[in-house]
């Protein structure tokens, strides 16, 4: 697990930039199973991609080294890079920044092949991009710093999965104890990977980095570690995103 501790808040604005993208292309950002994966062939499922690509490419083009992507499940990240693939927005993306993806059925000599192939990658002005998956062996167990980490993104609202005995005893367990204790627990447990995601970017006094949250869902909430969500700012769309990080990034490096 990632530990952070949190700089002194009159330095923490110039280290980072937290952005929540609710809606992108005229688009809602909503990253739940009945609007983007239950049905990946209607018009809504397509629009949700079609709109998280958009958003995607004005961070990438904003951005310098490497870019952190983290989706919600890998059904999420697999319906997404089918659909960019086949309206061609993967191959944009790609002529940004080189991708790098995180494959479930890697074997672990494969996995740690591919994140020191991104690592290296993000090293360049250019940079790279990983697509990963929460509570995936690159969110819990790889390590990424500096130039490997100068932007994170969250996909969709990264609830653990319903219907996993683990996460339905410890509903159960908790229910037991107090009335609705497992519900609040799981809600706590998707915000901690949105707080987990936002330490990545924060290890040392001089690191910076940029947060997008891009969800409907992933607004200011209690749960949100406090030195990051006072902070938070809600933008209108892929423009003004794009916007702000290249402001961002161009006080801090010659992009």
Known sequence: AITVEAPHLDTLDKMLLPIHLPIAAGVTLDGSFKNATDQPQSQQSQKYFDALATAFLGVATASPNGMLAFFKSYK???LAIKRWTSTGQLDQIK???PVFVEAPKLTGDGFNARITQYRA???SKKGALLLAVMRGRAAEGADFKDNAARVGLVFGFPYPPRF???TRLKIDHDDRREDHAGDKWYKAEAWRQVNQAAGRLIRHKHAFGALVLLDKN???NV?????YRDRLRELPGATAL???LKAFFSRKINI
Do not use: E, R
């Not at 749960?223 to 030195?227: A, D, I, L, V, Y």
């Open 242 to 244: 794009n916007k702000d």
């Open 76 to 78: 999420l990240l697999d």
């Open 95 to 97: 002529q940004i920044k």
């Open 121 to 123: 990658a993000a090293q």
């Open 164 to 166: 996993d005995v683990a």
């Open 223 to 227: 749960n949100m570690s406090s030195w």
């Open 218 to 220: 992933l607004g200011q």
